[in-house]
């Protein structure tokens, strides 16, 4: 019964992955056509000592980290906040929910235009009514600013799910420790923290799941730059590949790029995988 | 009569008058895939391509994507074959290098009302590849400077006769640079890109005696004159720039001049057609233009550019996309547009005819110089030094725009002050090295 | 005994959150806005733009003139549509063995399956490339709903076993004893309560594919091209863009946007991939 997502999958794995590692031992150029002579194992030399392998290394753990802080923090107060009592919550929620349901580029071309271009976004106006110096994000901050951008688009889910969570808190169970005396940080720290952690391991599978290959947000808003200061792999991976045409470089990368994502999900499911079996 | 029987029937009465109603409307009625650039000559071409339709019953689907975009998109559907698209939007830069890789089709069959000859001599050489045209021009341009004449008389500088130095341009920025009032000395390019930044910052450094590659392709980007010119644009973007320059490309500093926040501007001619606009810019009645500045040679120091369409090899239906392109790049073409658009949105620096047109030359005040300026621009002998490509602002190989592109993100890291010159170039031809190692010019 | 909580502080938590629910909410509220703009008002001061500029809809109109909005909308909707029920169909069975008939490898498939999400997709993107120009899918819906539901369906599977395995056996087998069929099982037992967790499955997938970006934009050219590559050529127009952006940004999301507000309860109940016990 499992089989035909199995072998579906096997095959959209294999096939594709076969072929990638076909490539990357090829000396293959779309724009210089000819001959594709084996080159060993040339392309991951290329590959590896690329100047901006390691900084691209370092943006890729950086923007998930980041974004990651970002959303499981913000999350965790806003849902806090969510489950006060108060009035009009739905229609809080709906707005809240509102970014995760945006494209990655509208929401790059939105921020980069209307908020963050320090001529006419909003950031630059208000810098200006204020009389100050607007930020130029994308050449002052540009990899804190695409971690914002990000956020933007994630805190929802997270917050929605630990809500979700903090929801299904047995109340009673804080009431009690309220009675005993327990201040609201000690009731946070040993009841709802522990009472959230699976809700949290699930938010930070997910999203590190989509933000290792975050590329439109780059694409979009600084093109991987200045310099190399918002490339990630992924879009290091896009520079060889679709920029510079070398597909058996683009390879090699991609190859290097699975084995890393593999290593990220083996540590992950170890840490996660206990959590869930709970 | 059973069902299966009456299914058939039905089939055949539906090809039937399918085929006689295919038939009645066109001979050839086919519909083409044209994969181009977001720009307002490309978008009155969409509008005016209805006409092309109606005549021959033929129909167009248009890709409009951001030129980065584009050009990847193209070049991975022509390299693989895939047929995706009929006509492509290309430019100077892929014309010859793709029509040597046999990737286009000929496009030197036109019947005589075309008029080849009208087509100006560097542009047809441009695209072409061993003496076969591939790509049929749109507009073609070269670059100038564009200044505010209101923003010169208020300070007294007198608009220069003869080509003027960087450093008398620097000189002039730094007069009129006045950022409480939302006026910038100067707006230039610095998004990163070689079809970007490295647009203005190539001639730039050509006028500063500097190459790309000496005679045996070695990269010469560690050179001291590299390192004046970039020096020279790290400082004047940051002294007299408007802010987030290095977000800004050909687009957002037009958007800028057209909104009067620069004073001057080094760019494409072909962007006059907009400033003198006066539905599209607040500064149509007082901009001026003259050369390109120069400074230890005048080598070089205006850009040659064609956009220009062309046909995969690819594609299924090559008549029908001849039949386009010999209707958009004709003269009568050049006509609609200046009848039904307005004479200053005609499609610039392609044909003789164009300018010999009274129309135009009364209603685009800067003709003249675009041509002039165009007619100048050498892409054979564009550096003071001996170099082994053609090319101005580009090195005609295919390996350039990987490197231009790297070059272009570290010029705008020290824009953003990231970086030093001096790690900028190094890096630069670090990675120039290692490509051309690669790539095997360097053995 | 209930919390008693005073009229003030509710009062107090309710503008707090308000305000931070408006302003993650803001920048969509502020492309609206600007979308019924001239583009002359759009780049205007923030106060001036909201206070002292008419309204308009020529963006709207501008847009619609240069772009076919319903050809991509309609080939958004069945490529995710498309792609989102074909998952399902396959992914049931999956799901369902592994939650009720678990092996001792279910849990390692499982993971390998989410682990093949991380792969970044422009390493493989020339061989797909190339296997889609032979099998003639270049530029189709079908092969977008095939790439798509490709790309989904680790998520759908995970998804649909979380909510399978919090359906207790005992009721399958009270329905087995019963002398139901396996058939019978699944359509009067099995769906029913799965229904709420399949619906939350459907509508997250829906949002996914319809808001990919990678995939559809490389694959298409004219005919299956959905609003992704609608919104890619308007990016970087020339001029004054910002009305326009906004305009063809609303358009781009407001289908989807209005889909999760009405749907947002069914949604996030089943958001919790077996997060919540």
């Given at each position: 019964m499992i089989s035909p997502a199995v072998v579906l999958l096997l095959g959209w794995m294999l096939v594709p992955l076969s072929l990638t590692i076909y490539f990357s031992f090829l000396r293959y150029n779309l724009i210089t056509p000819g001959a594709n002579p084996f080159v060993g194992w040339e392309n991951y030399y290329w590959f590896l000592t690329d100047p901006s392998f390691k900084a691209a290394m370092a943006n890729t753990f950086m923007l998930v980290g980041g974004v990651l802080l970002i959303t499981v923090a913000g999350g965790i107060l806003f849902a806090l906040l969510l489950d006060q009592p108060m009035w009009g919550q739905g229609i809080v929620r709906i707005m809240a929910i509102a970014p995760f349901f945006v494209m990655p580029t509208v929401s790059g071309l939105v921020w980069k235009?209307?908020?963050?271009?320090?001529?006419?976004g909003i950031f630059g106006h208000i810098a200006y009514g204020l009389g100050v110096q607007p930020i130029d994000f994308f050449s002052q901050i540009p990899l804190l600013s695409i971690i914002l951008i990000v956020s933007w688009q994630w805190l929802p889910f997270a917050t929605l799910i630990l809500l979700t969570a903090l929801q299904s808190l047995d109340q009673e169970q804080l009431e009690a420790a309220e009675m005993d005396g327990a201040g609201s940080m000690s009731r946070f720290i040993y009841i709802m923290l522990p009472h959230l952690a699976r809700a949290i391991t699930v938010v930070i599978l997910i999203q590190t799941i989509f933000l290792l290959s975050i590329f439109a947000e780059i694409l979009v808003t600084t093109n991987g730059g200045p310099g190399v200061s918002t490339t990630n792999l992924t879009y290091l991976i896009y520079v060889s590949s679709?920029?510079?045409?070398?597909v058996g470089i683009g390879s090699a990368g991609g190859v290097i790029a699975i084995i890393l994502a593999n290593i990220v999900a083996f540590f992950l499911m170890r840490m996660i995988g206990k959590n869930l079996d709970a | 009569m059973n069902v299966k029987s009456l299914v058939k029937l039905g089939k055949g009465i539906a090809g039937a008058s399918g085929l006689v109603s295919v038939i009645a409307t066109a001979a050839f009625a086919e519909e083409i895939t044209i994969a181009t650039v977001n720009n307002s000559d490309m978008i009155i071409m969409q509008e005016l391509s209805s006409q092309w339709e109606e005549q021959t019953g033929n129909s167009v689907e248009w890709v409009v994507l951001e030129e980065n975009v584009l050009r990847q998109r193209a070049t991975t559907d022509i390299a693989t074959d895939g047929g995706s698209f009929d006509i492509v939007t290309i430019g100077a830069y892929e014309a010859p290098i793709w029509g040597a890789q046999d990737w286009l089709v000929a496009l030197d069959d036109f019947d005589d009302s075309y008029d080849y000859e009208d087509i100006f001599e560097p542009v047809r050489n441009g695209l072409s590849a061993n003496g076969t045209l591939y790509a049929v021009p749109f507009y073609a341009e070269s670059s100038f400077t564009f200044y505010r004449t209101d923003l010169f008389e208020g300070a007294g500088i007198e608009v220069p006769s003869e080509q003027m130095t960087y450093d008398d341009f620097a000189a002039i920025a730094a007069q009129l640079h006045d950022p409480d009032n939302g006026v910038y000395g100067t707006c230039q390019r610095g998004k990163a890109g070689w079809g970007e930044n490295m647009a203005f910052v190539g001639p730039l450094v050509n006028a500063f005696?500097?190459?790309?590659?000496d005679m045996d392709w070695n990269p010469t980007i560690d050179s001291a004159e590299w390192s004046a010119a970039i020096s020279y644009y790290v400082d004047l973007m940051n002294n007299y720039g408007p802010p987030g320059a290095t977000a800004n490309g050909h687009n957002e500093n037009r958007a800028l001049f057209a909104d009067g926040k620069c004073a001057t501007w080094v760019d494409a001619t072909s962007a006059a057609g907009y400033i003198f606009n006066p539905d599209e810019s607040s500064v149509h009645d007082k901009t001026g233009f003259f050369q390109a500045p120069k400074q230890v040679t005048d080598k070089g120091t205006g850009w040659f550019w064609a956009w220009a369409l062309a046909i995969p090899k690819s594609s299924q239906k090559v008549d029908a996309a001849k039949e386009f392109l010999a209707w958009s790049t004709s003269k009568g073409y050049v006509e609609l547009v200046g009848e039904s658009k307005g004479w200053v949105a005609a499609p610039p620096g392609t044909r003789q005819s164009t300018y010999d047109n009274a129309s135009y030359i009364d209603a685009a005040p800067f003709a003249a110089t675009v041509l002039n300026s165009i007619l100048a621009a050498n892409p054979a002998d564009a550096t003071r030094d001996p170099v082994p490509y053609t090319g101005v602002q580009f090195v005609a190989i295919p390996e350039f725009q990987g490197i231009g592109n790297y070059v272009g993100q570290q010029v705008s890291a020290a824009l953003a002050g990231q970086q030093t010159v001096e790690q900028t170039l190094a890096n630069s031809q670090r990675f120039a090295v290692r490509e051309m190692t690669k790539a095997g010019y360097i053995k | 005994m209930a919390r008693s909580v005073t009229t003030a502080r509710k009062t107090a938590n309710t503008i707090v959150a308000g305000a931070l629910g408006l302003l993650m909410f803001f920048p969509v509220l502020w492309i609206i806005i600007l979308s019924f703009k001239t583009e002359g008002d759009a780049i205007k001061a923030p106060l001036e733009i909201l206070f002292n500029t008419g309204w308009t809809t020529e963006s709207y109109g501008t847009v619609q003139a240069r772009s076919n909005y319903f050809k991509h909308f309609s080939n958004s909707l069945i490529i995710s549509l498309g792609s989102t029920f074909l998952g399902i169909l396959i992914a049931v069975p999956a799901a369902w063995a592994m939650a009720f008939?678990?092996?001792?490898?279910t849990k390692d498939v499982l993971m390998w399956m989410l682990s093949t999400?991380?792969?970044?997709?422009v390493g493989v993107l020339v061989p797909i490339y190339l296997i889609f120009r032979d099998l003639g899918l270049l530029d189709t819906r079908t092969g977008l709903v095939f790439v798509l539901m490709m790309i989904n369906l680790p998520i759908i599977v995970w998804m649909l076993y979380t909510y399978f395995r919090e359906i207790p056996g005992e009721i399958l087998e009270a329905a087995r004893m019963d002398g139901a069929s396996l058939r019978e099982e699944v359509i009067y037992v099995l769906l029913p309560m799965a229904i709420p967790g399949m619906a939350s499955t459907v509508l997250l997938n829906i949002i996914l594919a319809w808001n990919e970006a990678f995939w559809t934009l490389n694959l298409t050219a004219a005919k299956a091209a959905p609003l992704t590559a609608f919104i890619a050529s308007y990016s970087s127009p020339e001029g004054l863009f910002y009305a326009k952006l906004s305009a063809a940004s609303v358009m781009a999301i407001a289908p989807i946007l209005i889909m999760g507000w009405f749907s947002q309860k069914q949604l996030v109940r089943g958001l919790t991939f077996g997060a919540v016990k």
């Open positions: 235009n209307m908020f963050m271009n320090p001529v006419n679709l920029l510079q045409f070398d | 005696g500097g190459r790309w590659f | 008939v678990p092996a001792k490898r999400k991380m792969l970044p997709p």
